[in-house]
């Protein structure tokens, strides 16, 4: 037996992609503070809107958050669409997935992009569903201009770009890691609207740009009786985690700590406390169980920025150069002299990094000596 699904305006229709028209951001708050990834799409979503020569919205969902919307323009957002209900004050998919759906709806964006962090990733299925349109989770890369799509898959891939026919339209192109990573997938979505995308935090960077933001309020319903779960308690676990995308200064280690591996992890952790930094990890190290998940650095990890990344024994797979090749510097230690790291490294050593390391440390901890 199907369930038909009820849509709140019943001249709605996904696949009428013509009616579609600007770019919108879920805003993702909590507890009345912004999510760094909001801002992160948003300069994105900037990006995207000037390609198509719409408007970019930002989308606030909460109870008494209509102070955050000005944030929103801080970072390119032309418009802020605020949703604001006591009903909303603690997440539930019942009742965003039925605000937002219902302002869809009525307002009918053509791209809606969602930061995949756990609200996101509850949120964005239930949304596309009832929508029925296409959702790409956890994406990596947007692009869609061809030229620009072009020029991402001749940095990131081995296709012969050149030699291949591309869809000329103006479809979203998102891009994802498949097979556990060992591929990426660009997806678009021609026939239904909105094109629909969770990101990973951390992958897209922001950008400051001022606009004078117009602030909406749409009117729209909610009952208690349309949330079938409720919040009794909200409980905050302390779990220490590595904390990658905010740090200045990175140490990877890779598979060429595998002669030692407590002692690579060691030296890279003695190196990143001089600096001030943290440890990373390439992919392999993970899978081998030598260091924890929340140290990953790659499309299937998290996409950094730091000032200085120092790769250890690290051969330079695409996957994990496309997380942090945005790098300022970027400082590469490898025996092997013809490693795709040093494709990137802005410099390069070749050597022994059980050798190299030390002589690090102590030329750092000389240098801060002398200060």
Request: glycine share 8%; hydrophobic share 40%; proline share 3%.
């Amino acid at each position: 037996m199907r369930n038909e699904v009820k849509l709140a305006n019943p001249n709605y229709d996904s696949s009428k992609i013509e009616e579609f028209k600007n770019v919108w951001v879920f805003c993702e708050q909590r507890q009345g503070q912004m999510m760094s990834t909001s801002y992160e799409l948003i300069s994105e979503g900037r990006k995207l809107a000037d390609e198509l020569g719409v408007k970019l919205c930002g989308l606030l969902v909460g109870d008494n958050v209509g102070d955050l919307a000005e944030s929103i323009g801080g970072y390119g957002a032309d418009e802020v669409i605020v949703c604001d209900h006591p009903l909303l004050k603690n997440y539930t998919t019942d009742a965003y997935a039925k605000v937002i759906c219902d302002v869809i709806e009525d307002l009918k964006p053509e791209a809606f992009l969602i930061g995949a962090t756990n609200i996101g990733r509850d949120l964005g299925p239930r949304c596309a569903a009832t929508l029925h349109t296409g959702l790409t989770a956890d994406c990596t890369h947007l692009d869609v201009d061809v030229e620009k799509y072009k020029a991402f898959l001749k940095t990131t891939s081995t296709m012969d770009v050149d030699n291949m026919k591309f869809d000329e339209g103006t479809h979203l192109k998102m891009t994802r890691p498949a097979f556990g990573g060992h591929l990426m997938a660009s997806i678009i979505c021609p026939r239904f609207r909105p094109a629909m995308a969770t990101v990973r935090p951390g992958v897209m960077k922001k950008r400051l740009c001022k606009k004078n933001v117009e602030i909406l309020h749409p009117a729209f319903a909610l009952e208690a009786s349309d949330i079938h779960t409720e919040v009794v308690e909200t409980v905050k676990a302390a779990k220490k985690l590595v904390d990658l995308i905010g740090a200045d200064f990175i140490v990877s280690v890779g598979r060429g700590i595998s002669k030692d591996v407590e002692g690579g992890i060691k030296l890279a952790e003695e190196l990143a406390e001089v600096l001030g930094g943290v440890v990373g990890s390439s992919r392999a190290c993970v899978d081998a169980g030598w260091i924890s998940a929340d140290h990953q650095v790659g499309q299937t990890g998290k996409t950094v920025h730091p000032k200085v990344y120092i790769a250890l024994g690290i051969s330079g797979a695409i996957q994990h150069k496309a997380g942090m090749q945005d790098s300022e510097c970027i400082i590469a230690v490898n025996k092997n002299e013809s490693a795709p790291i040093f494709e990137v490294a802005d410099y390069g050593i070749v050597g022994d990094l059980f050798k190299v390391v030390p002589e690090l440390i102590e030329s750092i901890k000389a240098q801060k000596a002398a200060k």
